[in-house]
């Protein structure tokens, strides 16, 4: 088991910042490859970004590109989300995940656990 514990979200203008953490505990955080999702209001979950166990590789989603950008640090057992250039639509809750699978994957159905999510809202 892994326990997940988002943190970091809040109200923010558009244009603005906000750093987003995922703290874990249980098994060993470096084990897993780890995702951030996001779900607007109405809207089904979608996939935002995504990093190998090890930090070498990432992927993101087409909407976050360029502006988003994951990370973790094993040692601290924490992954983060560093968004920037926020605009209205980046509106939801967002969930961090973590995946056993040998493969980076997008789809929900690739995570294994699950953080309880953390509000953003942005502002126009």
């Known amino acids: 088991q892994v326990q997940l514990v988002e943190s970091g979200g809040g109200l923010v203008q558009a244009g603005g910042s906000l750093r987003l953490s995922c703290a874990a505990s249980g098994r060993t955080f470096s084990r897993y490859h780890m995702g951030w999702f996001r779900q607007a209001p109405g809207k089904e979950r979608d996939f935002v970004a995504t990093i190998s166990w090890s930090g070498g590789s990432t992927y993101y989603g087409d909407s976050v590109k360029g502006r988003f950008t994951i990370s973790r640090d094993n040692a601290k057992s924490t992954l983060y989300l560093q968004m920037n250039s926020l605009k209205p639509e980046d509106t939801a809750v967002y969930y961090c995940?973590?995946?056993?699978?040998?493969?980076?994957?997008?789809?929900?159905?690739?995570?294994?656990?699950w953080g309880q999510g953390t509000q953003v809202t942005v502002s126009s």
């Open positions: 995940a973590a995946s056993s699978k040998w493969k980076l994957g997008s789809g929900g159905y690739d995570y294994d656990y």
